[in-house]
């Protein structure tokens, strides 16, 4: 048992009809796992997020975080989690120590124990030294620590992060990020939306691909990719003799189909590295020369690609 | 722990507000400033509008008639009005003897306006003969405007007053021929003489004299809304603050309540759902920081108006209902109308226009001077009409229980439309 799950949740705006943001989404995280949404623009991450955290009522199903439902049961559900928002939900113009108390006081904090947990929220996101500073003097990053700092005020079981690194610095992404590992390792169960492959990939103990409203895919890194098989997709295109060279790859070590389609050769290799080298070497010998290449690792843009037809960033 | 959540929110909210500069000038500077141009404009720190005094030439030529009272000289009772305690501040009288005399004063722009009362000017008021006429001559510079046409409107008065005392008399001398000799005696129906006639006249005339001087004179606010000479002076500024004071108010509640919806955009009431905080408690404390907002605003525009233009707002009691008064209405005005609309933008948009048309309506622009009329009539169909007829007495002088029916009828606008603005707010995020 999971310690959110969520059940057959369907969410249609102005019914009956209206846009149906999410249709028939199941899934359950563990606690202590980092599960990552993904999925493009409009997939319904942030709808299912919202249905979880009580934003949303869902129009059908139900969820249950530490075995409270989010329909009948919301009051214990928000004590337990921690809502960050996609975009900057804070009063710019408060200080950060103001918000914190504030968003301290919005879930039941008070007087010495609160001004102690406004501390050490302001040292866990490297602000203590300019707390006092509005918020709107802040850069995109320092802002976007402060909205993670509001979630982690209470010490939630359960954190949401609603795509926290949307139109930052590298720097910034890279600490939060760790910072989100780090509650990982302190116990906390995560649930993190985002569009980007590489940070789901990273961060993720589990993943869950959404496209219009519905999950398409499930499981670790491993098992999602194993659904493209593990080859790697070479394409290339070469200057003269496509004919001879589709005849003599095919029989190369490590190599496994070998298709052409406009010009290009797509070649399915066991390990890109190594075979590399065949392939110039042979080209050069039947007098060809590779004019353009590219090596793409099964991955979960290739996942995406290979479920909806589409890529991940469309 | 549900009202530490709603204080929290209010004073976020108070605090975000009073730290907005442009707040701070649409609530606090811009009442101020305009109160400070009309007050200026309209006689600087006096406790009153400062019109200058007319200097009036003065030639009595009336040469009375005797009555059963005694002698009387209407022409003598018009000079003692223009003399009056009353008009001091406005008329400086110099008497001359002859018509020629105050005409050169006036050319020479020694005095702005000449009264040359005729000799037979009592003669003719209090004559049976109803085409018995007389005529009071102004002779005025017409470079003047505003002093000439003061006298002229006192003049007219008085003279108005002895027509319809001429008048009476008349109509009770027909009326009593109509009804025919006294029970019990014979003889025509017309058995009142001429004489009979022009002693009721000079009886009712000499009465009205005696009259006017035990009561004084009230010729300058005999029109219009009557207005106690007990009251104090409210002072122009007073009057104009008043106005600005409500008016502000009601835009400074609406940038408040507006927040609601920019909160909704912004992200940060969705994210205040997601507390363990009701959206009861969440939307209590919005409407509570409105009120604080406003309240906060009116009090500090009430002490500034005291120490910047020494208005005396008047007793404690009626001044601090009046100011919870008002702030309430602001609040509850303001949530009702920002809970129609959808987006920021409309909502300022729409909010503002209509608080210009209610200002329009309900006189903010005038302060809360007493006007007569069509228009007292249609303020009074605005809840700010309402509130400027109470501050109007406060300032005035008056106490608690005289602006018990303004306060009525505001609180009972603040109460609808608080309550249909909070009903429609929390069916809204529900």
Redo the contacts between chains.
Sequence with gaps: MGFIEADNLRKQFDPPRGVIAVDGVSFAIEAGEIYSLLGPNGAGKTTVI?IL???LRPTEGDARVGGNSVVHQA?AV??L?G?V?Q?????M??SAR?NLV??G????M?GAELNRRVDEVLELIDLKDRQRERVDKYSGGMKRRVNIG?ALLHRPQALYLDEPTVGIDPQSRRAILDAILEFRNQGMTILYTTHYMAEAQELSDRIGIMDHGRMIAEGTHEELVRIVGEDAHVQLSVDRNLEALMNVWPTLDGVGTVSAENGKITLLVHDATSTLPYLFETAQREGARITEISVMEPNLEMVFLHLTGRALRD | MIVRKIIAIALKDVTSTYRNVTALVMMLAAPLALAALLGLAFGGNDSGYSVPITRVAFVNQDEGRDSTRGPIALGTLLCDILHSPDLKNLLAITVFTSPADARASVDKGKAAVAVVIPPDFTASITSPDPSATSSIILYADPTQTLGPAIVRGITQEVADAFNGSRAVSAVMLHLAADAGPPPGQNGPNSNVTTEDMEKIILQTTSAYIQATQEEGFSGTTARGPQVDHQAKDPGIEGLVLSGMMVFFMFIGGANIARSIIDEDAQGTLPRLFTTPTRRSVILGGKMVSVFLTVLTQAIILLLAGGLLFGIDWGGVVPVALLTLNTALVSAGLAVFLVSLMKTPAQAGAITSGVFVTLALLGGNFVGSMPIGGLFSTIRRLTPNGWLLEGWDKVLRGAEAHDILLQLSVAMAFAAVTFVAGSLIFRRRFS
């Design positions: 919202s955290s009580c934003l009051a928000k004590s989690i809502m928002p975009d900057i939900a804070l009063y113009d408060l103001e504030f968003w006081k919005m879930y039941g008070v509001v």
